[in-house]
């Protein structure tokens, strides 16, 4: 980690899901994608009437990281409104193509997690 604690990109994370578009489930999710030279982006879940559109917080902070030129990532926190926080099947894969070894951070019954993406999904796709 850098300079920056978890402490501090998880409270990016949490600041940011309110601007999430969550009018059908109710949950909100935000995401702080910490890059490898300590720029920090942020995303949200976008929800849509036809759900197979709808976009998680980890992709969409993933999506502007990479549209900015970053591929390494450090780490991601992850805030949401359920018990636990930890990212989707769909966003471990996504953000496992460019850093498999990225720390993710986020709550668990109110406890702050960290924990290897290669640990949350292991036997990836990824060559």
């Known amino acids: 980690m850098t300079a920056m604690t978890y402490e501090e990109l998880y409270a990016q994370a949490r600041a940011v899901r309110e601007n999430a578009y969550a009018p059908y489930s109710g949950v ?6 910490l890059c490898a030279d300590g720029s920090v982006f942020t995303g ?5 009437a036809s759900f197979g559109a709808t976009i998680c917080a980890e992709r969409s902070a993933a999506v502007a990281a990479i549209s900015a030129g970053h591929r390494e ?3 991601v926190a992850v805030s949401g409104t359920m018990a636990v926080e930890a ?3 769909i ?4 953000l496992g193509e460019f850093s498999p070894r990225m720390d993710v ?6 406890e702050l997690v960290i924990k290897k ?3 949350l ?3 990836s796709f990824v060559l």
């Open 91 to 94: 966003c471990r894969q996504f």
């Open 28 to 33: 909100r999710v935000g995401a702080a994608l």
């Open 117 to 119: 993406l290669c640990e």
């Open 87 to 89: 990212p989707c099947g």
């Open 73 to 75: 990532f450090t780490a």
């Open 105 to 110: 951070v986020f709550r668990r019954d109110g």
């Open 121 to 123: 999904l292991p036997d």
């Open 44 to 48: 949200v879940n976008v929800e849509n």
